[in-house]
Every structure is written in C-alpha cells, then in structure tokens.
C-alpha cells in the first residue's frame, strides 16, 4: 500500500509540475525581444554539438560534463528524421527521452535541431524509405535535367511525411518533457537549392511560369515602407508591379529564383511549424546559410533559405516561424549579424565560432543587438574552442575553464540579470574591434564613448588583434564595462564644461545582479595616453579605462566634466 501511494503521489507530482510549469515563450518586454523561462527572462549561454554527436548517447555521456566546466547552460542538439521513424510509421523517441534526461542530470536546458527534408541544403539526414522512393518523394532537378540529393520544397508527399514525423515528435516532447527542459526546436538547417538558382522540375517550372501568389504580392504591397532595400530595389527595377509571373513581377535574374524558392521553402516550413504548434507551441528558427564571400550567385549557397534579400518572402510565407537567424564563420560579424536583426526578427546566433573570436561574438550580438544568446558550433571537440578549424588528430585542450570562451560565459553568467534589464530599458551597448576595425564610438548617457584596440600608451601601436567590450549604463554618468584587450575613453555630449574625467573608478564584479567592488583604479591604471597636451587639445583628459588579455573583466566609472 505505501508503495502504491509513493506512485500516486510521484505521477500527481508530475501532473502538478506540467501544469505549473509555463512554456517557454517569446515576448517583447520594453526595448528587447526576450526568451521568456520558468516566467523569466533568460539569455542562452550556447553551444552546438557535431551534426551526428546526439545519434550516441553514450558519446553524448562523454560530452556533458564538458558543457557545465565550459559554463554553458544550453545545449543545441540534433534530432534526425531517420533516427525516430526508420520504418515508415513506426516510431521511436528512445534517444528524444535519453537527451533529455542528459541535459537534466547536468543542469541544461535543451534546443533540439529537426534534420528532416534538409540538412545544410541537402536531405541526407531524411529515412532510407524516403530516399529510396523518388517516385512519391520527388527530387530538386538543376540544369540540365539531373536529379540531386535535395527534396523538391514544392512535393506535398515529402511535406506530409515530414510534417507527420515533426508532429509525432512534439506529441513526445510535450508529454516526456513537463520539466520545460525543451526551450526552443530550430527546423531544419541552412536550406536551399544547391547546384543551381532554383529547381527546375516539371511541377517547378510550372509553378515559376505561373503568377506569383497573391498571398505573398498582399504581404508585400501591406509592407512596402519596411521592406528589405535589397529587395524593394528589385521589385522597384521589375517596374513594381502588383501581379504577375515571377519574372514580370521581379525580373530575370537569379535572384528572381532565389525569391520563387524562399517562397516555397517557406510554405513546406511554415505549414510544418504550425502544425508542431497546434501540438506544443515552443518558439521554432531556422538557420540560414549566409552568402560566402567567393559564392557567385544562388545555387553556390544554397537558394531560397532566408537571406536578407528574402527575409520579407519567408516572413509572408512562413509566419509561425518566431526567428530567421544566421550561422556566421566570416570575419565580419558584426556586419552580418546586423542584416538580419528587424524589428520582426529578433537576434540569435546558434551557430559560429567557439574561439577567441566567439567569445568576442558573443558580447557584441547579446549588447549591440539585444541578442537571445551565442551557441557555437562543435562545442563537443574542445579544439574549435582555440582554433575555428583544427587540424585532425590535433590535441585538445583538457583545461576547459581557462578557454576564453569559458571565461566569457563565466562573466556573461555573472552579469545576466543586468543585461537582461539593460536590453530591457535599451541601455546596453557592445564594441566589436579588430585591426581592419580598430576603433567604435558608442553613445550612451550623458557622454560617446570611444572603445579602441588596446595600444601601447607611450608608441601608440596596437597591442591587441581582436578586442571587444560590453556596456551597461547605470546612470548618465555612470557606465559599467566588460572587456578585453581595449581601452575607453569618454566624451561629454550634452552642451557644458567639454572634457570628461574619472570621479572615481574600480574593478570588481557582479553577483546576483549587484555590483561588488574590488580594486580602485587610479594613477598609471587609468593613464592611457601619456601627452597630456596632445589630449587636452582634443577635449580628453588622457585618462579612461584600460583591459588587458585576459578578460573579459569589469570596471565601473563615474564620470565629471571640466573644463
């Protein structure tokens, strides 16, 4: 009787839990989009693992304690269409359960990846059954007529079979995950024609020789003034034209085609997403493959995923979808992360690097953009953590905790609560510097501030490579600074006395969202440039805040002015 009485109470405590526990959402609370937890705002400390690492839970086991030394509290897991329905209708979310009991023994939260129809453009992680029959699964065809390992986005088979599995899944997910461990589910991966503009299948060509649908040439025409300027210049040049056939409407290059297929991706996508929502509403992204320097056109990248150019056809299409977010390896992202940041697209980057550079990244896109979060990518091998590509069979590091993308979590765990405010009140700010970009003004409060490269004071060469610095305002006068390898300096910017010097200034640090002070900074602390002369002349005291290369680290300054 006792026994039976602990069982009624363990599953009238997970009944209890379920319905106590909110889902995850998201909301705009002030200036910032947010991902709302547990009923509280929460900033993804990230990271992806291998493509095929989560096939293995027992390799998954060797990867865990990884993740807490390395300070992250999401993880960004893959869940392949073949590994839950390898038989057609025969389902099996074994592996689903064991991730997320993965996750809970060692305190994170979970984003599951879906690798259904596609898979960096490519359906290879689609069922043997599905490859198998192209006769109900119909293929992409390129130039010429040739066949491809890429699921037409036009096949309503190919969309009904994946939008069945999808569903099974989140049925799953919504009754073995009560605890919410489950934040957010990325559909697909970097989709998009490979090896031409755009599919030229028979049902293809008909469709591109047909009108453009009137449901997206509404949403258009609905939202002209903020449409993309890459876009609304090709519509524009097309003669602006509000019907017609791809080519009437847009004209006839190929990025004509790019916008046919971001269209029809964004149906096969879209309808999938609502469906998974009608079951369990969590947040759903995509991640888009960005264009590559050497790519000529779509087709070297894959077309029709949501670039810039086609963010206003995916979201006509695909409304369900919450963000459209960019992976990013190119040097520069500050650039890229800011063409896909819209008042209707919200910042999250779930695939970049994990090295030095990531960790600079990471501070530029939660405090210049406001930023759900980092995750970069292959956080499983420990060596893309000190290099973006490491060599094979190089070592990797075993001193997790000194990795610079450790310490950045580490401060960026520390300080969360006051950024999420600061996104908050729209009073956080971010620098991201390299030698082809060694210097940002920042204006914030009552003074610009000027984050340059770290240098040598008495030379004035650059002493640093890379540098970055977050910035939360406290008050008009009064900023606190995370950084690493800069120095900043300020400038008033309300009309008076034009120089700005340091009242008083201390490093330290945050807990539980409060500043606690540790050294005061003065004398050669704060000196950055030795000619006085030279400064005063420029309306500088020659004094500021300096960090050096083994940040990030934090410094609070309250500012006067004189003359």
Request: proline share 7%.
């Amino acid at each position: 009787m006792k026994q039976l009485t602990l069982l009624l109470l363990g599953v009238f405590a997970i009944v209890v839990s379920s319905e106590a526990a909110p889902l995850p959402t998201l909301e705009r609370r002030g200036a910032a989009a947010q991902l709302i937890v547990d009923g509280q705002p929460w900033l993804i400390r990230g990271g992806e693992v291998a493509n095929t690492a989560s096939s293995s839970l027992a390799y998954m086991d060797t990867v865990w304690p990884k993740l807490t030394r390395l300070n992250l509290n999401t993880v960004l897991v893959a869940i392949a269409w073949a590994w839950v329905e390898p038989a057609e209708g025969k389902f099996d979310f074994a592996l689903v359960d064991g991730l997320l009991a993965g996750a809970r023994a060692n305190n994170q939260r979970v984003i599951f990846l879906w690798f259904g129809s596609w898979k960096n453009g490519i359906s290879s992680f689609v069922p043997a059954w599905v490859k198998a029959d192209q006769a109900r699964f119909p293929r992409v065809r390129v130039a010429g007529g040739q066949s491809v390992e890429i699921l037409s986005p036009l096949s309503a088979t190919a969309l009904a079979a994946d939008t069945r599995a999808y569903v099974k899944f989140m049925e799953h997910l919504r009754e073995a995950d009560p605890q919410r461990t489950t934040l957010m589910i990325q559909l697909q991966n970097e989709v998009g024609v490979l090896g031409d503009s755009r599919d030229r299948s028979d049902a293809a060509n008909a469709a591109f020789a047909g009108a453009v649908p009137a449901e997206l040439m509404k949403y258009l025409a609905a939202h002209q003034a903020g449409l993309a300027p890459a876009l609304a210049k090709l519509w524009a040049e097309a003669g602006g034209k509000t019907a017609g056939t791809w080519t009437e409407v847009f004209g006839t290059s190929p990025a004509t085609d790019e916008l046919f297929m971001a269209w029809h991706y964004a149906k096969f996508m879209g309808g999938m997403t609502a469906a998974g929502k009608a079951v369990y509403p969590l947040p759903v992204f995509t991640n888009t493959w960005i264009v590559q320097p050497e790519d000529k056109g779509p087709g070297d990248y894959p077309s029709g995923g949501p670039q810039p150019l086609s963010l206003d056809v995916w979201k006509a299409g695909a409304p369900a979808i919450d963000l459209n977010c960019p992976d990013i390896y190119l040097p520069n992202f500050d650039e890229q992360v800011a063409s896909f940041q819209r008042p209707d697209n919200p910042v999250f980057v779930p695939e970049s690097r994990g090295d030095a550079g990531g960790a600079a990244n990471a501070f530029y896109a939660i405090g210049a953009h406001a930023s759900l979060g980092y995750s970069p990518f292959g956080i499983d091998n420990t060596g893309r953590l000190v290099v973006l590509r490491p060599e094979p069979g190089a070592p990797a590091p075993t001193e997790l905790e000194g990795l610079p993308l450790a310490k950045a979590y580490a401060v960026l765990r520390d300080l969360t609560p006051l950024i999420l405010e600061h996104q908050q009140k729209g009073t956080i700010r971010a620098a991201w510097l390299t030698t082809t970009k060694p210097r940002q003004e920042i204006a914030l409060g009552n003074h610009t501030l000027t984050v340059e490269l770290r240098k040598n004071r008495r030379t004035g060469k650059l002493s640093a490579e890379l540098g970055y610095a977050m910035v939360c305002g406290l008050g008009p006068d009064d900023y606190l600074v995370a950084g690493t390898d800069v120095q900043v300096t300020f400038t008033p910017r309300p009309p008076g006395a034009p120089i700005a010097g340091i009242a008083d200034a201390e490093a330290g640090e945050v807990r539980d969202g409060r500043w606690v002070p540790g050294r005061k900074m003065s004398g050669d602390d704060i000196l950055v440039d030795y000619n006085l002369a030279k400064a005063a002349a420029a309306n500088q005291s020659g004094s500021g805040l300096m960090f050096g290369p083994d940040g990030p680290t934090l410094q609070r300054v309250k500012l006067y002015r004189y003359r």
